[in-house]
């Protein structure tokens, strides 16, 4: 069985369940909804902020492990482990941040993720003391102790990104199953004001859920699921977030500016996809932007 398969089993498996929701409880106690946990969701940024904060400290310790096999850098991958070793929290509280708000798959491989990452960081911990004390053979080898599971931690994170997309746009996912055409969305009278309204498109053999919202002669519509982890837009409500007037996710309260599509409020980073549209003889009609074309 490949790497892949064994953490498909690993997501599947409940054993640790009643521990990782008390894990994550105990995140959202510390991480409350507001301006702190938005900002390591990544809402400012376009995307997730984790995986740009993680950068730094798998690239000091990796190019510290190179330092270390050359015995007159030696004090350059002491000053590189250090640098890891403070980033690692700003980091692992990004992480903690997006764990916490992820489906049970998601966050069990999470758990898994965060275990390995905090032995990897005692590692690093334990070596710099140790070459504080003059022993650098001892720091040496818990570095690159702790490079190997980091290495091994990086693998899972990876598949948490890429096989559960636990970072990706789930919108941008659904927007190529619509057709590239105009859609006719039916007449403007037909839509409720000041909240979302279900619409449908046709697309690659599916029908594409849409979420559609009347403000006055204006309509904004967007694709039906959330970009955080596809939930149903087109069952939300329309409310005033920080001065904008926005979309918000009934799953988890990702709040989506109508003006842009821009998140105003996490947990979701990502902006939600949103279409152009026309009115033709009163009735609306709705594209994709050109970059999916």
């Known amino acids: 069985m490949s790497l892949m398969g064994i953490l498909d089993r690993l997501a599947d498996v409940n054993t640790f369940d009643r521990a990782i929701e ?8 510390v991480l409350k909804p507001g301006v702190v946990k938005d900002a390591l969701h990544g809402t400012w940024l376009g995307h997730p902020l984790h995986p740009v904060l993680v ?10 492990g190179l330092l270390d096999a050359i015995p007159p850098l030696r004090p350059a991958a002491t000053v590189l482990i250090g640098t890891g070793v403070a980033v690692s929290v700003p980091a692992a ?3 903690a941040a997006d764990w916490s708000e992820q489906e049970i798959g998601v966050r069990r491989l999470g758990a898994l993720h965060a275990v390995s990452n905090t032995v ?4 690093y911990v334990g070596s710099l003391v140790a070459r504080a004390q003059g022993r650098g053979t001892l720091g040496r080898v818990l570095a690159y102790a702790g490079l190997g599971i980091a290495t091994g931690s990086a693998a899972v994170g990876g598949h948490m990104s890429y096989a559960q997309s636990s970072g990706a746009s ?15 969305l039916g007449p403007l009278d037909d839509l409720p004001e000041g909240r979302p309204a279900l619409r449908t498109a046709g697309g690659s053999g599916v029908a594409a859920p849409l979420a559609v919202v009347r403000r006055g002669g204006r309509v904004d519509v ?3 699921a959330c970009s955080h982890l596809a939930g149903p837009l087109y069952e939300g409500s329309v409310e005033e977030v920080r001065g904008h007037t926005c979309l918000v996710c009934p799953w988890h309260d990702s709040a989506f500016d109508l003006d842009s599509g821009e998140p ?3 947990p979701a980073a990502n902006p939600q996809e949103k279409l152009e549209v ?4 009163g009735r609306v009609m709705a594209r994709l932007p050109s970059r999916h074309q």
């Open 22 to 29: 008390s894990a994550r409880k105990g995140v959202q106690a």
């Open 170 to 184: 789930h919108a941008a996912t659904a927007a190529r199953s619509l057709t590239s055409d105009w859609i006719d």
């Open 55 to 64: 950068q730094v400290p798998v690239g000091s310790w990796a190019s510290a």
């Open 93 to 95: 509280m990004a992480g």
């Open 222 to 224: 967007f694709v039906g």
């Open 120 to 123: 990897a960081l005692g590692l």
């Open 264 to 266: 105003r409020r996490g």
């Open 278 to 281: 026309r009115m033709e003889a």
